[in-house]
């Protein structure tokens, strides 16, 4: 009986040995197979995982868009990491990978970010329809965004929107942003360009200095003309000219919503309080978005005698500037004269091309 019985325990010992043996076996060729990359879609691969969406979801759809060769795969790697936190959000895969990786890339929360690129002397207008090749994000929402102030409202009281504050740069969005988010992002790094910039000795007023900077930017493209179109504006605005600035005009169109290109005379007759043709001082707030070395100039406009600008007819988009009326009309002239001899899309610059007028 006892032999019988001793039996029995060997036997069943091998059995348990055996299958302490295959499990390990199992176990070791699903480990393995983890780290086996893998490939089953021929163009890139975007999932989306709302918050909430469960670990056996998430396999399946890996597993069905060929991302991971087997279901089981993802959750073998969720049941070796059971404290892992799967972060939700859009993964975009483009090439072979194992499902560790994959498994990883989740856990860290590595989404997919798409890009908006926002120049620099970008108004909200053309900022809200950059926003259009988005389908999460609607730029009518952004408009809204943009024209509460709060966000700035610290650093400059007086700004009617967040024009101007929204610092130009190349930004990453997630399917999850928000246009509260975005304005956030943008107007914080306006705050931290804002203070890396170099001050003057007197007091700066933020606000006027940003509008200033706008008006610059919109005017020239040319780095070292920035400062010397600053010093034409901060001589008008010590004198007590108007500024005459072609751009918040063309400003003024686009809030009333009657820009369809060009600048015409009901335009400069527009009572509208951007208009600097009729308005003397500095507008309400800035006209689009300048970029630092814009900022610099209206921080530290050159010393000089200037109060007119005028484009040249040779193009680059350079300007003739002038201290006196006679010399700017006779650049006038040879404007007019220049634009004779060339073809007027060869004559200047589109976004800085300056209209014959005294300025």
Known sequence: MSNRASRSGRVFLRLIVVVAFLAACIAGIASFSLMVAYQGF??????????????STMATQLADSGVIRYRWQFLVARMLHPAARLQAGEYQFAHSDTTWTIFNRIVRGDVFFYELTVPEGSNIFDIAASLNQFDFIKAADFL????????IHDLAPQAPTLEGYLFPSTYRLTRSTTVRQLCQMMTDLFRRQWKQLPQPDHPVAVHATVTLASLVEKETAVAEERPLVASVYANRLRLGMALDCDPTTIYAALLEQRYHGGIHRSDLRSANEYNTYQHTGLPPGP????????????????????????????????????????????????????????????ATSSRSRRRPRAR
């Open 287 to 346: 006209i689009a978005s300048p970029g630092v070395a814009a900022l610099k100039a209206a921080l530290s406009p050159a010393s000089t005698d200037y109060l007119y600008f005028v484009a040249k007819a040779s193009g680059g988009g350079t300007h003739h500037f002038s201290k006196t009326m006679e010399e700017h009309n006779r650049a006038v002239q040879s404007y007019r004269r220049g634009l004779q001899k060339s073809d007027p899309p060869a």
């Open 42 to 55: 021929a163009t890139p691969v975007i999932l989306d995982f709302p918050k909430g969406t469960s670990t």
């Open 144 to 151: 809204r965004a943009a024209r509460d102030p709060s966000l």
